[in-house]
């Protein structure tokens, strides 16, 4: 087993070498420390730095041979359309105030699906649709506050 300590750089689009995926979700891609498998079977320990983060692209290991890099799965998203500035606030604040993770992009929220949230936002007229897409948490991996 490879064991990974630092992310090694970023996997460029005229990479010469066999590229290895390791395939996770947004969950596992928060997670400093676990043990993972490439799409070729090369086991690998992560033991990265705490509150340490993959992201796509990410190189776990080179060698003259093959590059082994992180990839973002396809996930179960809800993604929220906002016209405006102000409502993309909103819409914001409101996924962040039922304490679900989101992902703040160009004119829309996404955030994993859950029925509860989508019912929420259709009965406040946001426009919603479910979809299968990589989801990537905007903010780190460590949140607490009280009420």
């Known amino acids: 087993m490879i064991v990974v300590e630092e992310i090694r750089g970023k996997l460029s689009g005229n990479e010469t070498r066999r590229v290895e995926r390791v395939s996770l979700g947004w969950e596992d891609r928060l997670r400093s420390r ?7 079977g090369t086991e690998i320990g992560i033991a990265l730095p705490t509150g340490g983060v993959l992201r ?3 190189i776990l290991f080179e060698d003259e041979e093959r ?3 992180v990839f973002a799965i396809d996930e179960d998203v809800l993604a929220l359309h906002a ?3 102000a409502e993309l ?3 914001t604040y409101q996924v962040g105030n039922r304490h ?3 992902s703040i992009g160009e004119g829309r929220v996404l955030t994993p699906y859950d029925s509860v949230i989508e019912e929420y936002f259709r ?5 919603c649709e479910r979809t299968r897409e990589p989801f990537t948490h905007d903010f780190g991996a460590f949140h607490s506050h009280r009420h």
């Open 83 to 85: 016209d405006s500035g």
């Open 100 to 102: 679900a993770p989101v």
């Open 34 to 40: 676990q043990r993972v498998k490439s799409d070729c």
């Open 67 to 69: 590059v082994v890099a």
């Open 56 to 58: 796509e692209g990410d």
């Open 123 to 127: 009965k406040k007229n946001v426009r």
């Open 89 to 91: 606030a909103r819409i």
